[in-house]
T-cell receptor, first 114, second 111 residues
């Protein structure tokens, strides 16, 4: 398996622009997570899906952030409009169902908003 | 909610043993994870504890005490490549897979 695939790996954009991050989870995994990592706050859970349904989006910082999972093999995280404080590494992770399953992380998207 | 605490940084000598502690408070509990993250890379899974006690996996061991809300990761025979951040993460109770991470402990292994 190729693992969790994220794109792009790096994104530099100007403040106010829309940014879309993409994720392909591992086939057969039914839970998908979006995390944001910064030096100050560490790894923060933004939202997670179970069987393509958003379960908990309490970590989404504000209305500028939205996430979708139209099918089991694809998810997007969108920021519109982007701001410099959104600069961070965004990780997508997926896991199988069950009580003893770990999450597998993608390589992340390093977002810089200037 | 969930709150996870671990030291920010630690330094240890090559060949030595180091213990990284983690305390957690959760509204429900269904397991404790440890992940390793090298600089610029993704976190990778190290261990999972759901019952009290010690789980050993090669040079790495992880311990859990549910009554104390406490876990530690023990790294033996330290190697330079073990320099990384170590993330403690707790899974909440219920039928879903929500996992919350601590801010991580940056371990530096010196010669």
């Amino acid at each position: 398996d190729a693992g969790v695939i994220q794109s792009p790996r790096h994104e530099v954009t100007e403040m106010g622009q829309e940014v879309t991050l993409r994720c392909k989870p591992i086939s057969g995994h039914n839970s998908l997570f979006w995390y944001r990592q910064t030096m100050m706050r560490g790894l923060e859970l933004l939202i997670y899906f179970n069987n393509n349904v958003p379960i908990d989006d309490s970590g989404m910082p504000e209305d500028r952030f939205s996430a979708k999972m139209p099918n089991a093999s694809f998810s997007t995280l969108k920021i519109q409009p982007s701001e410099p404080r959104d600069s961070a590494v965004y990780f997508c992770a997926s896991s199988r169902a069950g009580p003893h399953t770990e999450a597998f992380f993608g390589q992340g998207t390093r977002l810089t908003v200037v | 909610g969930q709150n996870i605490d671990q030291p920010t940084e630690m330094t240890a000598t090559e060949g030595a043993i180091v213990q990284i502690n983690c305390t957690y408070q959760t509204s429900g509990f269904n397991g404790l994870f440890w992940y390793q993250q090298h600089a610029g890379e993704a976190p990778t899974f190290l261990s999972y504890n759901v019952l009290d006690g010690l789980e050993e996996k090669g040079r790495f061991s992880s311990f859990l005490s549910r009554s104390k809300g406490y876990s530690y990761l023990l790294l033996k025979e330290l190697q330079m490549k073990d320099s990384a951040s170590y993330l403690c993460a707790a899974r909440g109770a219920g039928g879903y897979q929500k996992v919350t991470f601590g801010t991580g402990t940056k371990l530096q292994v010196i010669p």
